[in-house]
Every structure is written in structure tokens, then in C-alpha cells.
């Protein structure tokens, strides 16, 4: 807080000096009420007197002895001509004190002055979206008119946006989101099927030729023909199995039903001709290189 005794107008500048001339302390305790008092009154001319008086005093010796001294260069700014004595009569502990505090308001001003520019760029805005808001407000009134013309033509009613029209087109629109969301769902179910068919077949040919491989290597050993036989039948019982399970899941059209069916084909005439006593070796080996031909 600023001292009460300093100076805050011109007529207030002259203050009493804190150091007399060949005084006692009870004599310039009264002097400094006597010019203090007189300090408050508008009288100039003794105010200049006493002033031209103590700018040719000579310095006090304590003012010599004391450490903190104000230096030049904060007096070459050239202040106010009241400043400038009021900063010649204090103290350097007083004139400290005095230049800090007025630090501390210019930075507050600092302050104060950067909030008032924030504010003014936010009211700018606002204007901007302002006029903004204002251009668009006569296209609107213009696109309202010739709505209103439209509907008083025709003898709608004027209230929200599906009310002008008849029931039955409410309903429509309002039906349009279930049917989308349920055609949604039954594409979903769609794609779910043929992929499920799609490794469902991969799963049965892969069986099938795992199959016909372990066929192949049981046919090659003369010892085991009778038990070969009987592994063809019962494999060609399955190959009919699968054979209508992938017409069922495939179609027709499915290029493995071709090779199923020659399959079957295949396991019959080998069995026949293992009835009749014919080598199995030679067999196996035409019906392999067909298949692989095939």
C-alpha cells in the first residue's frame, strides 16, 4: 500500500525534508507539522521559495554514509518535474519502496490490458457469427414464404414436415428405417451361409482325397486285397452319402460332383473285377493314372 504522507496531486508536492539543518528533534518534529500543514493549502510562492532554498542546500553527510544510493540512470529518464524533487527529498528506502509499487501497478495494468484485448477478440467473434446469423435470416424468411405459398395452393396444412402430406405416405416413411434395418439383417444371414458352405465343402474334399490316398496304398500291398475290397464298399457307401449332401449344399453345378461320381464309378468296376479274380495291382495303377489324368 502507498504511504498516506506521499504526495498524489501537484499541490501536494512539497513535503517537509527528514533531515533539518542545525535542529533539535522536539524543533523539526514541529517544523514538519508546520510544513505539512501549509502543504495541503494552494499558497505557490512560499512553496517555490523553500524549494529554490533546498536545492542550494549542500547534502547532508548521512545521505553521503548510506549504502543504497539511487543512481543516475533511473533519473535520466526525465520524470515529472514534482517527481523528480519528491524522489530528491525521500529517503532510498522510501524511494525503493515508492518505484516498486508503481512496478507492481504497472503490471497490473499489464494485466488488466491483456484481458481487454482477449475480451475484444471474443466479442469479435461474436460479431462475425453474428452477421453471419443475420445473412441467413433473409434466405430462411424467403424459403418460408414460398413453402407457405406451396401449401395454401394445394389446401395442405402448414405443420411440421410430414403432416402435410396423407396418411398413408406417413406411413411409408415411417416403415422405411424397419424394412432397411431387416433387409440389413437377412444380407447378413446371407454372406453367413455361404461361408459356412464354402468351408464346409473345402472340409469334404479334403476327407475325400485323404481317402483316396489311404485306398491307393492299401490297394499297392497283394496281402491286404480282401480288406481293400471291403474299404472300397463301405467307401463307396459314403461317397454316395456326401454325394447328396453337397447336392444339397452346392448345386448342381459344383465342379466336385463330376469327380464323385466317377469315383463311384471307379469303386464299382474295381469290385466287380476283384470278384472275378483280376490283379489288383493293375487295376489300382489304370484307375490312379486316369484320376490324375482326369
Not at 523539526?28 to 542546500?57: A, G, H, W
Not at 529517503?91 to 490490458?113: D, E, H, P
Not at 402435410?164 to 428405417?177: E, G, R
Request: overall charge negative; glycine content about 2%; charged content about 30%.
Amino acid at each position: 500500500m502507498i504511504n498516506s504522507s506521499w504526495p498524489n496531486t501537484p499541490c501536494q508536492v512539497q513535503r517537509p525534508s527528514l533531515i533539518e539543518d542545525d535542529d533539535d528533534d522536539h524543533t523539526n518534529n514541529k517544523n514538519e507539522k508546520q510544513l505539512l500543514s501549509r502543504s495541503f493549502t494552494f499558497d505557490k510562492e512560499p512553496l517555490k521559495q523553500k524549494r529554490i532554498k533546498r536545492l542550494n542546500r549542500p547534502s547532508p553527510p548521512i545521505i553521503e554514509q548510506q549504502p543504497q544510493c539511487l543512481g543516475r540512470s533511473l533519473l535520466s529518464i526525465d520524470p515529472l518535474p514534482y517527481v523528480r524533487d519528491m524522489l530528491n527529498e525521500l529517503s532510498n528506502t522510501k524511494a525503493f519502496l515508492y518505484a516498486r509499487q508503481c512496478r507492481i501497478v504497472a503490471a497490473k495494468l499489464r494485466l488488466c490490458w491483456s484481458d481487454v484485448n482477449e475480451e475484444i477478440k471474443s466479442l469479435l467473434k461474436h460479431k462475425e457469427y453474428m452477421e453471419a446469423a443475420i445473412e441467413h435470416i433473409p434466405k430462411d424468411l424467403i424459403i418460408n414464404k414460398e413453402k407457405a405459398t406451396l401449401l395454401n395452393e394445394n389446401s395442405l396444412l402448414f405443420v411440421g414436415n410430414l403432416l402435410a402430406f396423407t396418411s398413408d405416405v406417413i406411413q411409408v416413411f415411417q416403415d422405411v428405417p424397419k424394412l432397411i434395418e431387416e433387409s440389413c439383417e437377412i444380407k447378413k444371414q446371407a454372406m453367413n451361409q455361404i461361408k459356412d458352405t464354402k468351408v464346409y465343402s473345402l472340409i469334404v474334399n479334403q476327407s475325400i482325397a485323404q481317402k483316396l490316398a489311404d485306398i491307393i496304398t492299401l490297394a499297392m500291398d497283394k496281402e491286404n486285397f480282401h480288406f481293400c475290397i471291403k474299404e472300397r464298399t463301405a467307401l463307396n457307401i459314403q461317397a454316395k452319402d456326401i454325394h447328396e449332401e453337397l447336392c444339397f449344399a452346392c448345386g448342381d453345378e459344383t465342379p466336385s460332383l463330376k469327380t464323385i461320381e466317377e469315383w463311384s464309378k471307379w469303386f464299382r468296376e474295381s469290385r466287380e473285377e476283384a470278384e472275378d479274380e483280376v490283379r489288383p495291382d493293375r487295376l489300382v495303377i489304370e484307375t490312379t493314372s486316369e484320376n490324375i489324368e482326369q
